[in-house]
């Protein structure tokens, strides 16, 4: 091994979501899966489903919406409902937090629930803490991480380049009665975000990152995961605090293997000098119907003390 290089760590672990009050997926087969949200039953495609579908047609065709992908719509237009016609919004909640589902036109629904593991030990460590954490959230999007964040009280910046997102995080805020809470709310490109953290010398016990695998900052600037990620990843290791307790990378819809983000994740912790360790696999979530996994993305992160 390359000196000061750091161990090969634990690759792959698979973390898993499973159903519960809020969510499930019900069932996915023949490029499509049958998820619940709250009190919701979606149809929307998956790709890598590629078996058959094992829930009888029936239960099928109990959903409450189905996403067409009409290009000629936007919104709700994209989305068809057979039973009776829903309003855009409607109330979840994630570990008795309440948010916001929304019928979106990129097929999205306003929260990505294989993140739950991450938010859960995200918690828990913010919990145990012995003094308020700092968090970066930075892709944050809808804002559910932090808030989860927040509620275990940790002080929150979350950045995402889109107003939408930002204007309907507050809304979750809000709803979810966190007001009060520290939570900073920056529209801008993460990458420069985080730049400017480290010309100022600011630093963060926490960071989570989930971008996606291209963006744009709200001026124009352009987000590309293969370009842009090694430098992002640097100038989040910089901006960790003299205490930090993780750094949590997840990447979806790329073609790459979890090593990818695993050994570009060694390279940029080689010669960090406290003790952690790396942890890289995949997020799954795992079938009510048939127990069958289906994975949604890859991840790594690192652990202060390593991953306990
Ligand atoms: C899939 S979402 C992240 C999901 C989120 N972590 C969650 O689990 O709720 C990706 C987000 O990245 C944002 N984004 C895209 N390009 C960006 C950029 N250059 N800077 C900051 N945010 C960006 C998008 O607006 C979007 O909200």
Redesign the pocket.
Known sequence: MRKGAIPHGEAPIILETAADANYALLDCGDGEKLERYGPHRIIRPEAQAIWAKRLPRDDWDKADAIFTGDTDEEGLGRWRFPGKQLGETWEMAFDGIPYFGRFTSFRHVG??PE?AVHWRHMADRIRASDRQLKVLNL????G??SLVAAEAGAHVTH????KK?ITWARENQDLAKLSDKPIRWICE???KFVQREARRGNSYDIILL???AY???PNG?V?QLFDNLPEMLDTCRDILSERPVMMTLTAYAIRASFFAMHEMMRDVFTGFDRDGAIQSGELIIREEAGDRALSTSLYSRWIAGGPA
Do not use: K
């Open positions: 929260v990505f993140q892709f944050g999007y809808t559910v991480a950045v995402d380049a889109s997102a490109d993460a990458l989930d971008p996606p963006g744009r900052g600037e987000w």
